[in-house]
């Protein structure tokens, strides 16, 4: 099981209540969740069309990729805990929440997900992937590596990159 996110990934449900939600017809002009991958996770929004109810969360797909478990929710319209979905039609869609997000700002800084600047301290990094103070750690590839996410700068770890790659942080 592997967190998937995929673009254009919209399909109709009408399942009710708090359980588990059967995916029906694909959207005219987006791909079904068959393209996330069965057993796979995924961030996902549900909107109950033409009413308040909304849901934004990780979900678990099953073994077919009909049906989809809503496993963690981030943010909704019921206070942020899972929505009780009355009679309608939802859409299902795929998506990167915001919280989740690592990006630039309007100046080019690169921000993590919890909104707080990324920094870094030449090639020293630790508490990243658990990395032990005093640890070093070589990034051998041919291709160029890439590290997101909230870096703390403290303890002695090295990171070196070793090859023709290059190392990127944002």
Not at 131 to 157: E, P, Q
Request: aromatic letters at 8%.
């Amino acid at each position: 099981m592997a967190l998937v996110i995929n673009d254009r990934v919209k399909v109709t449900s009408t399942t009710t209540g708090t359980g588990v939600f059967a995916l029906g017809a694909t959207q005219t002009g987006f791909e079904a969740f068959t393209a996330i991958g069965n057993n796979n996770t995924t961030y996902y929004t549900i909107f109950n069309q033409g009413t308040a109810e909304w849901e934004v969360g990780l979900g678990t797909l099953d073994g077919t990729s009909a049906n989809l478990t809503r496993t963690t929710i981030l943010t909704s319209s019921n206070s942020d805990s899972i929505v009780t979905f009355t009679s309608g039609t939802k859409d299902v869609f795929c998506t990167l929440p915001a919280s989740k997000a690592v990006y630039l700002d309007a100046s080019g800084t690169a921000v993590g997900v919890d909104g707080s600047t990324i920094t870094t301290l030449g090639d020293t990094f630790s508490n990243y992937n658990d990395i032990d103070v005093n640890t070093t750690t070589t990034l051998v590839s041919t291709l160029n590596s890439f590290l997101a996410g909230t870096i703390t700068v403290s303890g002695s770890a090295v990171w070196t990159v070793s090859g023709p790659g290059t190392l990127t942080i944002v």
